[in-house]
């Protein structure tokens, strides 16, 4: 049985890529915006999430805060255009297990996927 991951991404052409880099492997889930994504993790239980940080609603941050108070240890790794100091580390004080700045290598991203996959 394939795990499943659920993608969060409000940029079409981006969701898609991530998509495609995974659908091979896993079963897919998507969401575009932080209230979807707190919906299909709570009803989907994802073994992982790729979470966008800029979404519109509300943001990536408060998703995984929304996802976090529910009791979920789902990894969840963020992936993000702000890559300023102290952008990670907001990630991980969030509740993310990982952090992935775009562009995306997605050599990394597989990497960091399975990994997280590993221990589950």
Do not use: W
């Not at 659920?6 to 052409?13: A, C, K, N, T």
């Not at 073994?47 to 509300?58: C, N, T």
């Amino acid at each position: 049985m394939k795990k499943r991951l659920l993608i969060v991404e409000d940029s079409d052409l981006n969701r898609e890529l991530l998509v495609q880099i995974f659908e091979d492997t896993y079963d897919i889930v998507v969401a575009a915006d932080g209230p979807t994504a707190v919906e299909v993790a709570v009803a989907e239980q994802p073994d992982l999430i790729l979470m966008d940080i800029g979404l519109p609603l509300f943001n990536g941050l408060e998703a995984v805060r929304a996802i976090r108070a529910t009791g979920a240890r789902t990894p969840i790794i963020a992936v993000s255009s702000r890559v300023m100091p102290g952008d990670r580390e907001e990630a991980i004080d969030a509740g993310c297990d990982d952090f992935v700045a775009k562009p995306i290598d997605d050599e990394l991203l597989v990497e960091l996927v399975s990994r997280h996959l590993g221990s589950r």
